[in-house]
């Protein structure tokens, strides 16, 4: 088991920036490739951004692309999501989510494991 903790979600302008942390306890967290994915009202889940487990390799929406930032820190088991250049299009709760694979991984019926979602809300 891989218990997630989002955090660092809030109220941003437009153009503004917010950097989302997810901490992860139980297993290994560097076993794990992590993902990030966001749901808006009305609309499914989506994904957002990934980072592999051995290789490092990061795949990203095209919506974020040039904008957001995947990172890990493998020492405090934590993943990030650096968002710049926030649109009111990017509000939605977002989630950090885990797959037991060592490749880019965008579905989400892949991740096994996943947080209670933290809200980001941009405001025009």
């Known amino acids: 088991q891989v218990q997630l903790v989002e955090s660092g979600g809030g109220l941003v302008q437009a153009g503004g920036s917010l950097r989302l942390s997810c901490a992860a306890s139980?297993?290994?967290?560097?076993?794990?490739?992590m993902g990030w994915f966001r749901q808006a009202p009305g609309k499914e889940r989506e994904f957002v951004a990934v980072l592999s487990r051995s290789r490092g390799s990061t795949y990203y929406a095209d919506s974020v692309k040039g904008r957001f930032t995947i990172s890990r820190d493998n020492a405090k088991n934590t993943v990030y999501l650096q968002m710049n250049g926030l649109e009111p299009e990017d509000t939605a709760v977002y989630y950090c989510?885990?797959?037991?694979?060592?490749?880019?991984?965008?579905?989400?019926?892949?991740?096994?494991?996943w947080g209670q979602g933290t809200q980001v809300t941009v405001s025009s």
């Open positions: 139980g297993r290994t967290f560097s076993n794990y490739t």
């Open positions: 989510a885990a797959a037991d694979y060592d490749t880019i991984v965008v579905v989400t019926r892949r991740y096994a494991y």
